[in-house]
T-cell receptor, first 121, second 113 residues
Framework: QAQVVQSGTEVKRPGASVKVSCKAS????????IVWVRQAPGQGLEWMGW????????NSAQKFRGRVTMLTDTSTATAYMELRSLESDDTATYFC??????????????WGQGTLIVVSS | DIVLTQSPESLALSLGERATINCKSS????????????LAWYQQKPGQPPKLLIY???ARGSEVPERFSGSGSGTDFTLTISSLQAEDVAVYFC?????????FGQGTKVEIK
């Protein structure tokens, strides 16, 4: 069945960068988008952006533009999200998910297990 | 940005009772011409990722029990759990995909009384 598996917990210093991977299986990678959503401790869900598995085109939330890079490696069906200039407020669990297209936006039908990123000096 | 406001913030019900969660959007997330409602619902249990329950406001996700149903259009949507089970204890989020940025409601916590 469709599955996405993420890389493990990272601890970073303020100002550093982090790169999270998201390996897909059980579905045609190029037929879907991969979306990134984060959740600060005890908080709600925040959309960061998504990338097309077909074209590599991206769409990211305004607050992350210039600080986030989303990539795919179609040969390994893996998506990556790099976040730069980390601050303590970036401490959160980062989820990737498969995005199902509505012709406008996407809903998210298969989620990874989450990657905890801790930013601390 | 489209703001989604859920109510109530939490609710505690007895096993077997009906749970109703509301999601109000700051603007319409529906196409009246095609009767499409760009709204989804997710369930998140402690320590787990969210799970898709409902999309297109009323279509159930894969292997989602029939006791979960969604309704509504325009700016007002509802998630109903017809008979609350112990395994339904979770936080529930609505999400609009009518426009970017995609936005989520703040969540509704459901507990057993």
């Amino acid at each position: 069945q469709a599955q996405v598996v993420q890389s493990g917990t990272e601890v970073k210093r303020p100002g550093a960068s982090v790169k999270v991977s998201c390996k897909a299986s059980g579905f045609p990678f190029s037929a879907y988008h991969i979306v990134w959503v984060r959740q600060a401790p005890g908080q709600g869900l925040e959309w960061m952006g998504w990338i097309s598995g077909y074209s590599g085109n991206t769409n990211s939330a305004q607050k992350f533009r210039g600080r986030v890079t989303m990539l795919t490696d179609t040969s390994t069906a893996t998506a990556y999200m790099e976040l730069r200039s980390l601050e303590s407020d970036d401490t959160a669990t980062y989820f990737c998910a498969r995005g199902a297209s509505s012709g406008r936006g996407l809903w998210f039908d298969t989620w990874g297990q989450g990657t905890l990123i801790v930013v601390s000096s | 940005d489209i703001v989604l406001t859920q109510s109530p913030e939490s609710l505690a019900l007895s096993l077997g009772e009906r749970a109703t969660i509301n999601c109000k959007s700051s603007q319409s997330v529906s196409y009246s011409s095609t009767n499409q409602n760009f709204l989804a619902w997710y369930q998140q249990k402690p320590g787990q990722p969210p799970k898709l329950l409902i999309y297109w406001a009323s279509a159930r996700g894969s292997e989602v029990p029939e006791r979960f149903s969604g309704s509504g259009s325009g700016t007002d949507f509802t998630l109903t759990i017809s008979s609350l089970q112990a395994e339904d204890v979770a936080v529930y989020f609505c999400q609009q995909y009518y426009d970017t940025p995609v936005t989520f409601g703040q969540g509704t916590k459901v507990e057993i009384k």
